[in-house]
């Protein structure tokens, strides 16, 4: 098992700046290359506050305004247009940065990629369910339409 600080949110581990212990592999592996984490040390332990406090800085600026943000989600559905078959099919899957692109459209405020959750690749037309964490207490689930171009 290893120690690391995690430097983004890793769905399933953690948020920015937690400590955790994983499995060596998917640590040296995985986390580490990628720049999920960072290894767990006595010095390091020392940067959990600065990555404690640019979380907080890039998360909405409090609840009320995630409230907000949630509400115009889930008022309105986003729309994504992409290349499509004459049956309907997509040319690849819609990626999580076009979906961050429509519902900034619709919100009218900046959405993280890394803040959308995808239950399974968008890999055809008509309406899709994705989950936005907003803030560590809010959970917008908002509607993306995909049409062909």
């Known amino acids: 098992m290893a120690k690391i600080i995690l430097t983004q949110e890793v769905t399933g581990l953690g948020s920015a700046g937690d400590v955790v212990e994983v499995r060596g592999g998917y640590a040296r592996n995985f986390l580490l290359p ?12 020392k940067t959990v506050e600065s990555i404690k406090a640019a979380r907080t800085a890039r998360a909405a600026r409090d609840l ?15 729309t994504v247009k992409v290349k499509a078959g004459a049956e309907g099919r997509l040319f690849g899957a819609v990626t999580v940065a076009e ?9 009218g405020e900046a959405i ?11 890999k055809s037309l008509g309406a899709h369910t994705v989950t936005v964490k ?5 959970l917008a ?5 995909v049409v062909a171009a």
């Open 34 to 45: 990628q720049g999920f984490a960072i290894a767990w040390t006595r010095g390091a332990e």
């Open 64 to 78: 009320g305004h995630a409230e907000e943000i949630k509400g115009k989600l889930e008022g309105s559905a986003a």
């Open 99 to 107: 979906i961050a692109t429509a519902l900034e459209a619709v919100a």
């Open 112 to 122: 993280d990629k890394r803040t959308i959750a995808v239950k399974t690749a968008v």
């Open 134 to 138: 907003l803030h560590d207490d809010v």
């Open 141 to 145: 689930t908002a509607t993306v339409n």
